[in-house]
């Protein structure tokens, strides 16, 4: 099973951005899974090896427009989403992201 974790910072403050809406979408439109970030700002969502195609392309959607709203941030990015392909679904794979109200920066670690 592949393991798609993240953790979500809020770079104005650097408290955890927690309640973000998430989502896995192979890039036919298939949603792999829906979630939330937890209150400390992370995820943590197992996919099974049987869904996975490693010659598709997934997308990790952040939806950080209400969570930047709920704060007062007038801003034009609705989402967040990382493209990335899932080559072995046994692995894990760990994108952290730090949120600004107009940019972020993400990497991808292990």
Same mark, same amino acid.
């Given at each position: 099973m592949a393991i798609v974790t993240s953790h979500?910072?809020?770079?104005?403050?650097?408290?955890?951005?927690?309640? &973000?809406s998430v989502k896995l979408i $192979?890039?036919?439109?298939e949603i792999l899974f829906e979630s $939330?970030?937890? *209150?400390?700002?992370?995820?943590? +969502? &197992?996919?099974? !090896? *049987? /869904?996975i195609d490693i010659s598709s392309i997934y997308e990790l959607t952040f939806d950080t427009g209400a969570y930047w709203s709920s704060r007062g941030y007038? +801003? /034009?990015m609705e989402q967040i989403v990382?493209?990335?392909? /899932?080559?072995? !679904? *046994?692995?894990s794979y760990h994108m952290p992201i730090i949120i600004n109200p107009n940019s972020y920066s993400t990497w991808w670690s292990s």
């Amino acid at each position: 099973m592949a393991i798609v974790t993240s953790h979500t910072l809020n770079g104005l403050d650097g408290t955890h951005a927690s309640g &973000i809406s998430v989502k896995l979408i $192979k890039l036919n439109g298939e949603i792999l899974f829906e979630s $939330k970030m937890d *209150e400390g700002g992370r995820l943590n +969502q &197992i996919v099974k !090896p *049987e /869904i996975i195609d490693i010659s598709s392309i997934y997308e990790l959607t952040f939806d950080t427009g209400a969570y930047w709203s709920s704060r007062g941030y007038d +801003q /034009i990015m609705e989402q967040i989403v990382l493209r990335f392909k /899932i080559p072995n !679904p *046994e692995a894990s794979y760990h994108m952290p992201i730090i949120i600004n109200p107009n940019s972020y920066s993400t990497w991808w670690s292990s």
